[in-house]
């Protein structure tokens, strides 16, 4: 069974500060895809950037990047020029790319702190 | 157009009780799954559905059903609740059953069990 672990509980940064949330994953699959996903306070699960594994290019969005390292089983988020709004919980996720998967798995979660 | 949205909200149930939750997809999107969310667990899948059919299955006791209907909506029920059911429940919308399509998330329905 796939594990993802990530190692930071909390996390804080300065306002405009860039900030690294870390994860690793344990697979034995080659075809999967990487998430990650914001749980604000309202609860609801917001996606924030996606990677598939085949793919070597780090996935991008505006503020958002990653970096992937596949013989590492690594994917940590950066989050560039942090906001008031980036506060929340950020988990990791790994979907396999193959059938019989259950589903998402997740990390247990980063509280990230954006201090004013 | 409209996000997932979970009924109802909050639940307080009795140990011994059963419960069903519901979640209305998005429009058009035909995959549903769910996850619990426990501060010991962590976000656990349930199940996934797909064209009323259940697709994958997580490591949950059969206490724990689901069932979606033609037009995707999906309900999700739990017999004899167990204090340990108290959680928060995630629905998850997708387009399809691709493992790359995004999941879209309901707000959650916050379960206890006294």
């Known amino acids: 069974a796939q594990t993802v672990t990530q190692s930071q509980p909390e996390m804080s940064v300065q306002e405009a500060e860039t900030v690294t949330l870390s994860c690793t994953y344990d697979?034995?699959?080659?075809?999967?895809?990487l998430f990650w996903y914001k749980q604000p306070p309202s609860r609801q699960m917001i996606l924030v950037i996606r990677?598939?594994?085949?793919?070597?290019q780090n996935a991008t969005e505006n503020r958002f990047s990653v970096n992937f390292q596949k013989a590492a089983k690594s994917f940590s988020l950066k989050i560039s020029d942090s906001q008031l709004g980036d506060a929340a919980m950020y988990f990791c996720a790994y979907r396999s790319g193959g059938g019989g998967a259950d589903g998402l798995t997740f990390g247990k979660g980063t509280h990230l702190i954006i201090q004013p | 157009k409209a996000g997932v949205t979970q009924t109802p909200r909050y639940l307080i149930k009795t140990r011994g009780q059963q419960v069903t939750l519901s979640c209305s997809p998005i429009s058009g999107h035909r995959s549903v799954s769910w996850y619990q969310q426990t501060p010991g667990q962590g976000l656990q899948f349930l199940f996934e559905?797909?064209?009323?059919?259940?697709?994958n299955k997580g490591n949950f006791p059969g206490r724990f059903s689901g069932r979606q209907f033609s037009n995707s909506r999906s309900e999700m029920n739990v017999s004899t609740l167990e204090l340990g059911d108290s959680a928060l429940y995630l629905c998850a919308s997708s387009i399809s059953q691709g493992r790359r399509a995004e999941a879209f998330f309901g707000q959650g329905t916050r379960l206890t069990v006294v």
């Open positions: 697979t034995s699959e080659s075809d999967y895809y």
């Open positions: 990677q598939e594994a085949y793919k070597q």
């Open positions: 559905y797909f064209s009323e059919t259940q697709r």
